[in-house]
């Protein structure tokens, strides 16, 4: 079994839709919690770090269910500029070793 | 977060021959991680450089063919030795800040072997 285990893509969805994108982890002292955002040819950047119940930034919202051992991402009213691969990101321990999932990839079209 | 400069952007070397790449950072930051991203897969953690000390290298990484030096708190190369086409990559330097594991990362150097 993988570290990180992403929901296997691509997402196609129109314009203003919500799309959610789950990621499961299989070491329950795993310590933080990441989405990063892909895109084409381009380095990973951050999008939100996930601590404790989860937080908000604007439309984006990410979940953390330490009991289940998943987090979630949540995008209301897509973009077309969020069209990307998305990546779940796990630190385990206080190794500081960061296992990354094998991305999403969401399509959002007019 | 961090400013992350990488050298070369890009390069097409032949095999059997080395290149060395160079991560520049724009503060001091203690830990720096060495990442391998091969065409459509995710990162994959080739080692952790601290300053210091030797790098930590993950199962399948060895220092003969992957060298990492790290002589102060902005500044690393990854030197790719003895190359073959397998090691055709995108290869990324990362960071975390001292107060925080979120981590930041250079553009990348895509590298092509002929």
């Known amino acids: 079994r993988k570290e990180v285990e992403q929901d296997p893509g691509p997402f196609n969805v129109p314009e203003g839709a919500t799309v959610a994108f789950n990621c499961t982890y299989s070491n329950s002292a795993s310590q933080s919690f990441f989405w990063y955002r892909q895109d084409c040819r381009k380095e990973p950047k951050l999008l939100m770090s996930v601590y404790s119940s989860g937080n908000e930034d604007g439309r984006f919202t990410a979940q953390l269910n330490r009991a289940s051992q998943y987090i979630s991402l949540l995008i209301r009213d897509s973009k077309l500029s969020d069209s990307a691969t998305y990546l779940c990101v796990v630190l385990f321990g206080n190794f500081n070793k960061f296992y990354f999932g094998s991305g999403t990839k969401l399509n959002v079209k007019p | 977060s961090a400013v992350i400069s990488q050298k070369p952007s890009r390069d097409i070397c032949q095999r059997g021959t080395s290149l060395t790449i160079q991560c520049q950072v724009d503060?001091?930051?203690?830990?720096m991680f060495w990442y391998r991203q091969q065409p459509g897969q995710s990162l994959t953690l080739i080692a952790t450089?601290?300053?210091?000390?030797?790098?930590?290298?993950e199962s399948g990484f060895v220092i003969d063919k992957f060298p990492i030096s790290r002589p102060n708190l902005t500044f690393s190369t990854l030197t790719v030795s003895n190359m073959s086409p397998e090691d055709s990559s995108i290869y990324l330097c990362s960071v975390t800040g001292d107060s925080s594991y979120e981590q930041y990362f250079g553009p990348g150097t895509r590298l092509t072997v002929t």
């Open positions: 503060s001091q930051v203690t830990m």
């Open positions: 450089a601290n300053q210091g000390s030797e790098a930590t290298y």
